[in-house]
């Protein structure tokens, strides 16, 4: 048997045609009853069963349609509902024709039953057939216009309802993301605070240290410990606190470095190109700290004697292959030609090859011009810690 099934709802259309599948018959489907009457037209279905309430035309008109219809008036025509209904709607659908009214939920097995019963009925012309009396029409008319302002007002009701919820949970959500935007404020502010602690106990202890080298050590540690606590302080500044603003991280942090090592600005100039960058703190840290050490080296070596120079920082973006290029440059004295970079004996180069592969990128160096690092690198992603 061909069955035709009404209803707006995709979940219950799936689940009603896997039922009525189950027990042999051809389905087919529409999602209101303006589609229904179209295909039942088209291609008259063995039996017809309905929701109510759907947009376009909803049930009551299509049974109306149907029962008007002289091609269409003998098919079986069974509503199927549970939104808003109650006794005078099971009324309403008799009087304007319907062989059957079920409201939702039924057991399987007591639906598959009415649908072979309602099949046996077809079959011994039990079917209504008639066309509502025309002094019946004005009443069903009236009851058609109460029943449907009627479950039209529950909707809205509850249309009502899931809004005030929507809104009281929406209410919830924003307080939680305040209190937590709060707390990873405060983090990031906490953590910056604990790493100047610690940089400043090196600062004093390096004081009572006679040895030049191990100062110089030292004072390193010092440098890599500002960068990182930097990234946390731009955090706790910035109104977007899971990224960072990289060109205004990079000035502060060139700043910071040409104080420290007391470089002579008027001396050596310092430029930097980041343009509109923002970066997860993945991928700032590492890149921070491979900022710190290059630019670190070159204040220490590549302008001795107070010769004059540049330093620039340029962070370029290649969209297509979703990668970064970054590139600290010095036209001072070079890069010593005996150091391989690539396995450098430094612990400074060293960090700069780890962080590097950290990032999935590569180094590059070019000593034509002074000395050019280029590194090649993808922003990372979160990585869930456990």
Partial sequence: MNILIVDD?????????????????????????????????????????????????????????????EQLRRIPFIFHTATYTDSKDEELALRMGADKFIRKPVELDEFIKIIRDMIKDAKKGKIRTKKPAVEDEKDIFKLYSERLINKLEKKMLDLEGEIAGRKQAEKKIQQSLREKETLLSEIHHRVKNNMQIISSLLSLQSKDIDDERARSLIKNCEDRIRSMALVHEKLYLSEDLSRIDFSDYVEGMATRLFQVHRVNSEAVNFSSHAGDVLFNIETAIPLGLIINELISNAIKHAFPEGRKGNIAVELTQNTKAEEYILTVTDDGIGFPEEIDYRNPETFGLQLVEMLTEQLRGTVELDRSKGTSFKITFKEQKYRRRI
């Fill in 9 to 69: 709802n995709e979940d219950s259309r799936m689940i009603l045609k896997k039922t009525l599948e189950s027990d042999g018959h051809t389905v087919q489907a529409a999602i209101n009853g303006e589609a229904a009457l179209k295909m039942a037209k088209k291609s008259p279905p063995d039996m017809i069963i309905s929701d109510i309430l759907m947009p376009v035309m909803d049930g009551f008109t299509l049974c109306c349609e149907c029962k008007s219809d």
